[in-house]
């Protein structure tokens, strides 16, 4: 089987497949490709191993129909049109679970230093600007005894969840589908109605999965809904919010801070207001960004591709439906 590879992944990872007798085709340059090359290159190839942001439209899915697999190198797959995929039987697979930790370790990073402006008084520094003590100015909002709203309490909200509950005795509320029991009876959390969550949060994450029908959720209505003390923060997809409506909440005083890992759009432009807020901090899409956890992605992904050359279900798939 010929494997197109979108973006360059860990060796170990290549090794695999190479070892399983797949032909491996990679993409090394730091540039994205163009819609028109990742077609030309899928169409030489039996399965995708995509990773990043490339767009697997309704356009490419019917340019490359004879695909046996679209494998992914994240968790997240709303970059697939899953419902043409499913009318090409093209299994879509993905890596669940493997970045858990890594990223409710970049949530609960960007709640601290949206909290205590940390990345705002390091440019004080850079730019020359602490040149003394004034004991009124720049200060921060304490986390202790407040209330951790979640947004798709899954795994990785759970994690970020915990970690608020053991170091900051926070509060949880959660807003979901459905129920999760094991985080009620573990840490307390309440289930809640949308509204509620806005109301009542003093940080909201965001982690649940971005599906067409809560696309940008998180607009000038539901942040006018928020308290003025608030903190919004998205590590899930930039496609949550809103940005020109998050922006006039902050510049407004609708909201207190935002910490974003993911932006809208993305990559996110040099000159964003965001990135001149105190109460504001921002990074360029690292949730899963550790040595382990890429490793464990590129191994998840690998698996998913090997399953797909040799004909069988793909370990990880999102559309089932393709197999009925």
Known sequence: MKVFVNKAIQDTALKFLLEAGCEV?????NRDLSK?????????????LCAGRSNIDKEFLNSC????????????YNNVDILEANR????VSNTPDVLTDATADIAFLLMLSVSRKAIFMHKTIVNGDWTYYNPTANLGIDLKNKTLGIFGLGNIGFAIAKRCVDFYNM?????????????????NAQRVSFDELLRQSDVLSVHASLVPEIEGIFNKEAFERMKTSSIFI??????????????EALQTGQI?????????????????????????????????????????MAKTAAFNVIAAAKGERLP?????????
Do not use: C
């Open 25 to 29: 085709a990679q993409w090394n340059e």
């Open 36 to 48: 028109e090359e990742l077609i030309n290159y899928s169409k030489k190839s039996d399965i995708l």
């Open 65 to 76: 129909s004879h695909l046996k697999a679209v494998v992914l190198n994240s968790v997240g």
């Open 88 to 91: 090409h039987k093209i299994p």
């Open 171 to 187: 509060k949880i509320i959660y807003h979901n589908r459905s129920a999760n029991v094991h985080a009620e009876q573990i840490l």
């Open 234 to 247: 998205n590590t899930a997809r930039g496609g949550f919010h809103n940005e020109v409506d998050l922006i």
């Open 256 to 296: 207190w801070g935002a910490g974003l890992d993911v932006t809208n759009p993305e990559p996110m432009l040099p000159e964003n207001p965001l990135l001149n807020m105190p109460t504001v901090a921002v990074l360029p899409h690292i949730g899963s960004a550790t040595v382990e956890t890429r490793n464990a």
């Open 316 to 324: 990880n798939i999102v559309n089932p439906e393709v197999y009925l």
